[in-house]
């Protein structure tokens, strides 16, 4: 496995004091431009104790690796102002848990410098700070350097430098397409919620369908019509030290309740959302997800004209950006997967919304880190695909021909025998289909080895 290494730049630590929590931050891009350390909020946290837990534990799971524990390197959460609010975001390091804490305008009472993007320094004095704010009283934060008190090292710049694996970043890509596909399964309130997440298992490892009944969430060891599957259950730990705090616990994952779940808790002005893979030991980077809309130049071009419209939105509106862009609605969707692969949006489930954001990974980048996607790109040209009909192709490969029939994704190799589908198309399918697109377009047609 391999590793991009990102180097944080911070111009001195973060620091809690006296009732100021001064988040320092590194470089990021803003809507003025790209910033070394850019000032984005000033102001009141008017929930301060349910903010600070919940930093926290986006804190605590940017440090976790839930699959094989060992020690780590830290990773800093990425903040994103996006006018009305301010999101912090993080990922395990064994990529395979997603946690965002969104801080809402009625829980922020201040003024706003800027909007983008940037990495927060989250340290451990900080981190035993955090864990001591309690009450009911508002916590004066500031985002960016001027709002620092630095009380070690005399204002010397702090630098990290941590490895980032592949699999980490092409989680961040995988995560947003997946989660867009959930829907709501389950709501409680607080009490109902409380008592839920305090029923799991004890035993980290353990795996259980919870299914909605009688306004309840009831656990099973087994799969059942109607419930939502989660392995691993000791990833929702996170939760538990904003217990006291929640509203309503709501539950989201596919129609079907498989694969993938996101659990969001509403906190006082905010909202803590976790999104966990389908197995303990799987994480999001395998997915395979983004790789239909990964593989289109047509949606390259298109992200490129629907990423200038984007100024760090809170929410993006569909039709609205289809009637700037000029482009269909499906076309500006794919669009948005596409920019998701460069960092440049998430995905918010409790408005069903995507949101603009911009994290330190180019398109480009992402997409060499899907070896599937690459290649199938080797296939088309070497012209191993061979089209035999509007829904059929054949693709040879050193372990022979294989069928592939476009419309189903169905394959006769054996990574469709393994997954079914499950976690994206095989690379013959995607040569296949890219070669049909290819094939209808007259000056790209004798592409994929000169076949109609």
Sequence with gaps: MTSAVQAYSYAGPSTLSDGRLGLSTSGGRTATGFLDHPRFFSGLLTQA??????????????????????????????????????????????GGVYARLDVLGPALDGEVFDRGTTNVDVNNPLREALARVGGRDPLHVGVGP??????????????????????????????????????????????????????????????????????????????VPGGVHVAGVGRLATMTPLLRFAKALRVYAPADGSGSSAWELELPGMRYT????????????????????LSSDVVAGDADLVGILLDFEPTLELGLLAERSGLAAERVRAALTQLGTAGRVGYDLSEAAHFHRELPYDRDHVAALNPRLTSARRLIENGA?????????????????????????????????????????????????????????PETSRTAGGQR
């Excluded at 976790?274 to 809309?293: H, I, M, T």
Aim: net charge neutral; with cysteine; hydrophobic share 45%.
């Design 49 to 94: 104790a349910p903010a600070a837990a919940g930093l926290l534990a986006v804190a605590d799971v940017a440090l976790a690796r839930y699959h094989r524990p060992q020690p780590g390197f830290t990773r800093d959460p990425v903040v994103t102002c996006g006018g009305d609010r301010l999101r912090f975001e993080s990922f395990s390091a064994c």
């Design 146 to 223: 001027d709002e620092l008190t630095v009380t070690t090292l005399d204002g010397a710049v702090v630098e990290k430098k941590v490895p980032l694996p592949d699999r980490w970043l092409r989680g961040f890509a995988e995560v947003q397409v997946i989660a867009s596909g959930f829907d709501l399964r389950a709501e409680l309130a607080g009490p109902k919620a409380v008592r839920f997440l305090r029923g799991l298992p004890k035993r980290a490892a353990a795996e259980v369908w919870a299914a909605p009944m009688g306004g309840e969430l009831r656990l099973s060891e087994r799969a």
């Design 274 to 293: 976790l999104v966990v893979s389908p197995q303990a030991w799987r994480g999001f980077s395998g997915e395979g997800a983004v790789l239909a809309d």
């Design 385 to 441: 695909v061979r089209l035999t009909g509007p829904d059929s192709a054949e693709v040879t490969t050193d372990g022979g021909v294989r069928d592939v029939r476009l419309e189903a994704g169905s394959c006769t190799c054996p990574w469709w025998y393994d997954h079914r589908g499950s976690r994206g198309p095989c690379k013959h399918v995607l040569a296949a289909r890219m070669a049909a697109v290819n094939a209808s377009t």
